[in-house]
T-cell receptor, first 118, second 117 residues
Framework: AQSVTQLDSQVPVFEEAPVELRCNYSSSVSVYLFWYVQYPNQGLQLLLKYLSGSTLVKGINGFEAEFNKSQTSFHLRKPSVHISDTAEYFCAVSGFNAGGTSYGKLTFGQGTILTVHP | DGGITQSPKYLFRKEGQNVTLSCEQNLNHDAMYWYRQDPGQGLRLIYYSQIVNDFQKGDIAEGYSVSREKKESFPLTVTSAQKNPTAFYLC?????FGGGVNTGELFFGEGSRLTVL
């Protein structure tokens, strides 16, 4: 079983400031990691994912995240935010077996609402 | 373009009425999912289906029903037994379960907002 904790429910920042959205997880098996973004009244869109390899993952819209296995974290960062980044962000994990195949269900965090002020 | 289509986008119903939300995908994905979203509660899994004519309950299946008669379609019925049906409902699908490496990555529709008056 897995669980995901997003440490901040709301993060307000000013435009052009850096931002970090924190995500910690727990799992009894190895995991794949994802960040999704949701704009109001829309579905979720994949920002980035960590499957294997380099622990620093770059995604769309200038976002990046770093997988830290020892701290079981996958924090999302952006060096300079825009008004258009205002949205809700979800961290998610998927456990996988020895063959690398997911057990099939993503576990989501509670979400972090990022509000960018002018 | 390939994707997931949910309809209707907005739906209003009176208490005690059943409603059915449509979800269609043309991504050739085997697995499909229904999630419910309430403010501050993240996404909660209602039902999922990994193959045609088979589906499993998620974490909050009570008061909901589904069918999977075709690979492309996974409709959700919100029954009168669901005590608090007003919510945003999201349908998703994932990469072919039987072939290649399935990472669990989900592809989402645009959602349906149900309001019960």
């Amino acid at each position: 079983a897995q669980s995901v904790t997003q440490l901040d429910s709301q993060v307000p920042v000013f435009e052009e400031a850096p931002v970090e959205l924190r995500c910690n997880y727990s799992s009894s098996v190895s995991v794949y990691l994802f960040w999704y973004v949701q704009y109001p009244n829309q579905g979720l869109q994949l920002l980035l994912k960590y499957l294997s390899g380099s622990t620093l993952v770059k995604g769309i819209n200038g976002f990046e995240a770093e997988f830290n296995k020892s701290q079981t974290s996958f924090h999302l960062r952006k060096p300079s935010v825009h008004i258009s980044d205002t949205a809700e962000y979800f961290c998610a994990v998927s456990g996988f077996n020895a063959g690398g195949t997911s057990y099939g269900k993503l576990t989501f965090g509670q979400g972090t609402i990022l509000t960018v002020h002018p | 373009d390939g994707g997931i289509t949910q309809s209707p986008k907005y739906l209003f119903r009176k208490e005690g009425q059943n409603v059915t939300l449509s979800c269609e995908q043309n991504l050739n994905h085997d697995a499909m999912y229904w999630y419910r979203q309430d403010p501050g509660q993240g996404l909660r899994l209602i039902y999922y289906s990994q193959i045609v004519n088979d589906f499993q309950k998620g974490d909050i299946a009570e008061g909901y029903s589904v069918s999977r008669e075709k690979k492309e379609s996974f409709p959700l019925t919100v029954t009168s037994a669901q005590k608090n049906p007003t919510a945003f409902y999201l349908c998703a699908s994932s990469t072919p379960f039987g072939g290649g490496v399935n990472t669990g990555e989900l592809f989402f529709g645009e959602g349906s907002r149900l309001t019960v008056l």
